[in-house]
């Protein structure tokens, strides 16, 4: 996938459904709606809050969150193989594409 398909907009439209509990290597999610536990690595767990508490809305804007001024081809396509990754879980959804 290349940055120029990257997954649009994005929320996490069910935040208050999460339960989250950090760990030095990494966070556990628990959702609420469904019973299931997600195991995210440091770096996931950072994206994911961002996206959480509403702060970003699309890849440019994780991007910069996570310092990430002037991000290089691979550290864009590893922020959009994590979005899609959320997407599965049903952590986050895709508003537009």
Do not use: K
């Amino acid at each position: 996938m290349t940055f120029e398909r990257a997954p649009g907009n994005f929320r996490c439209p069910r935040a208050d459904q999460f339960a989250v509990r950090r760990w030095p290597d990494g966070e556990v999610v628990y959702d609420d709606a469904d019973g299931s536990l997600h195991a995210l690595t440091p770096v996931a767990a950072e994206a994911f809050a961002f996206i959480r508490t509403g702060h970003v809305s699309d890849v440019h804007a994780l991007a910069l969150a996570m310092d990430l001024a002037q991000p290089e081809p691979e550290e864009l396509h590893l922020l959009e193989s994590l979005l899609q990754q959320f997407e599965s879980m049903g952590l986050i959804e895709c508003t537009q594409r």
